[in-house]
């Protein structure tokens, strides 16, 4: 541009010069070099139009281009600002709706989410924050609520603690199970109160429990067997039921539904050992342990529940109530409280809890005082003391099931003596029929008003020759009542009976064991 500047510029002056060469001549032809320059005149305007555009046009195409691309660079400049912009906007809401959610899931879990992730740490034995079901499980409920964060106690090690010092029969404190399953409850309870649309996955998790459950019994059942054992270790094995009662009445939130009778018992699991069992009673609506006979008993296949049981040879035992205590050479019995005239009953009762049943199968041992005259065939009222012994009835009004005949002498045929005896006249009342038994504990031909403690009754044992037909009765010491298609929820009564003042006679019981 710097050439085409001083062009310019020297074509001007040259012009100028031309200029001033006419005025120099101009006295010479004036006229001429007016009219000649105004010839002329045009002409160089037409070559200044001519030169002005074309020394100013590309300047401007240049500064418009650089213009442009500036235009350019700052609309890049701006759209790399808005998607930078855009980006960083992002990134928040993102973060902000995750914890959103997480705050929600905090404040409304997932039922459905958080019951697939319990199957599916159940089927894949997860070791983590849940434990292993099936290793779980051989010891007592899993853990569902998903809530709880901290680990819960190892029961493995608890229950193996607890057996360590039942067989070392320490009496100390054991570990605080309670408060655990207590725990366990309330999270478990509160989690279903918050979620109530359950799906089949949440049946999957009660079988799970009730598998789990069934284990847990198994532990009562040989705490039990440990609890027969020693006395000393009774207060811990009890105890330790109790605990284990207390654990299943929790579960019951949980939708568990316990067995109700050991035959129950044994038709879903027929290898269940004899031994304590958890049952529901009453629909469901209380809980009780009960000693459960899974083998064959009085002829009958397993299954038995038993309602009543008594054994006056483990001296922390008491008699029922009502009962009064005898004891004479190491021998314990429960007898009528003190009657100085008359007859008298004195009697217990024990409940079915509700189950049904069409047999009953017992054995009762007692001992003889004094001097009891077996049979009054005269009493025909099952509400009297018809018998000097024991009767067994169920319901109300009663309905005869056993009586046990306390005779006065094995070696007797008087009407005091037992039917049974060779040579006797006694009739045996109609309600009564076969289903009796008679002992006598006096071989002698008199009596004293003392306890006959040599020789148990009851027992199919001792019997001397004129009294062996009482001793050879099918099935004794176990009596059997069987009520075919007929069945009952009745509870069961044992009466101690006698028609003398307890001076003179009474047959106090060492030992009862009664099933259904």
Request: glycine residues 8%.
């Amino acid at each position: 541009m710097e050439g085409e500047d001083n062009l310019s510029y020297e074509s001007v002056k040259q012009d100028n010069v031309t200029e001033y060469n006419v005025y120099e001549f101009v006295e010479l032809s004036q006229t001429s070099a007016v009219e000649e320059r105004r010839a002329e005149e045009p002409k160089d305007m037409e070559k200044r139009k001519d030169k002005e555009p074309k020394t100013w046009n590309k300047p401007i195409i240049i500064i418009i281009i650089v213009l442009l691309s500036l235009i350019v660079i700052l609309q890049v400049g701006i759209l790399c600002l808005l998607l930078a912009q855009m980006s960083t906007r992002d990134t928040p809401c993102i973060t902000g709706a995750t914890t959103g959610a997480i705050a929600g899931n905090n404040k409304y879990p997932n039922f459905t989410q958080w019951a697939n992730d319990i199957v599916n740490k159940v089927n894949s034995n997860v070791t983590g924050s849940l434990p292993d079901f099936n290793e779980w499980a051989n010891g007592v409920v899993s853990k569902v609520n998903s809530n709880v964060t901290g680990s819960l106690p190892d029961f493995n090690e608890w229950a193996n603690g607890v057996v360590s010092k039942v067989n070392s029969n320490v009496t100390g404190s054991l570990p605080d199970f309670n408060e655990w399953a207590n725990g366990v409850s309330q999270n478990t309870l509160q989690l279903f109160q918050n979620n109530t649309n359950f799906t089949e996955l949440d049946k999957q998790i009660l079988q799970t429990t009730r598998d789990s459950a069934q284990k847990l019994i198994n532990i009562v059942n040989t705490l039990s067997n440990i609890q027969d054992t020693s006395t000393s270790t009774a207060g811990v094995a009890d105890d330790t039921l109790l605990f284990t009662k207390q654990t299943l009445m929790l579960l019951n939130n949980s939708r568990l539904v316990l067995p109700t009778s050991c035959k129950q018992i044994q038709n879903q699991i027929p290898t269940s050992p004899s031994g304590n069992y958890v049952l529901a009673s009453d629909f469901g609506s209380t809980y009780y342990t009960a000693y459960c006979n899974m083998e064959e008993l009085c002829g009958s296949g397993g299954g038995w529940t038993r309602l009543a049981y008594l054994d006056m040879n483990d001296s922390t035992v008491n008699c029922p109530s009502g009962f009064r205590l005898y004891q004479s050479g190491g021998v314990r019995a429960c007898g009528r409280p003190v009657t100085y005239n008359g007859g008298s009953c004195v009697s217990v009762q024990f409940p079915s809890n509700g189950i049904s049943y069409s047999q009953v199968c017992g054995s009762v041992k007692g001992y003889q005082y004094g001097g009891p005259n077996a049979i009054y065939s005269y009493r025909n009222d099952i509400n009297s003391y018809y018998v000097d012994g024991v009767s067994i009835t169920r319901g109300s009004p009663r309905q005869h099931v056993w009586t046990l005949m306390a005779g006065f002498s094995d070696s007797s045929t008087s009407s005091y003596s037992c039917p049974c005896n060779t040579g006797s006249t006694v009739s045996v009342q109609s309600f009564i029929g076969d289903n009796y038994f008679c002992e006598s504990g006096n071989t002698g031909a008199g009596v004293q008003n003392i306890l006959y403690t040599s020789d148990p009754l009851w027992d199919g044992q001792g019997c001397l020759s004129i009294a062996s037909l009482c001793c050879n009765v099918t099935g004794i010491p176990w009596f059997h009542r069987d009520y075919g298609n007929t069945t009952t929820t009745d509870y069961i009564e044992l009466r101690v009976c006698g028609d003398e003042g307890t001076f003179w006679e009474d047959s106090p019981v060492s030992y009862y064991e009664i099933y259904i």
